[in-house]
């Protein structure tokens, strides 16, 4: 896997590569737990990323509606198309805490905490302010 390419994409795309990876956490390979350091990279920064690009988005869709008000403009069609897909109503926070939750109970106890414990200290905190861990 190649996770470099990560921080060229949308927002969305981001999101959508996070749950992808979020959901490689329920299988039960041992190449999840070698990978999970560059897994959890990826989601963490994309959970404390945010939406940057979406706030740029919605004030382009905002000045071409508020010019025509009557008239939905493409623009603003394919912005609430954007926001009504689905990827836009999961929570990934909430999507890798579950899917963690499933790792470890198809990993034994002893390899999960191992790999837990080989994560770099810089993801491992990203990883607890990301699901507001203590």
Not at 51 to 71: A, I, M, R, T, Y
Not at 96 to 101: K, S
Not at 107 to 122: D, T, V
């Amino acid at each position: 896997m190649n996770f470099s390419q990560v921080d060229n994409v949308t927002s969305f795309q981001r999101k959508t590569i996070g749950l992808a990876l979020s959901i490689i956490l329920t299988l039960r390979l041992p190449q999840v737990l070698d990978k999970l350091d560059q897994i959890m990279s990826v989601c963490t920064s994309v959970i404390l990323g945010g939406n940057e690009d979406l706030s740029e988005e919605e004030c382009s869709s905002d000045s071409v509606s508020s010019s025509k008000p009557h008239v939905p403009s493409k623009e603003l069609r394919r912005r609430q198309m954007k926001l009504s897909d689905p990827i836009n109503q999961i929570s990934l926070e909430n999507s890798v805490r579950d899917n963690l939750q499933t790792c470890s109970a198809l990993h034994s106890g002893e390899s999960f905490n191992a790999a837990i414990g080989r994560l770099h200290p810089a993801v491992l905190d990203q990883l607890k302010q990301a699901l507001k861990m203590p």
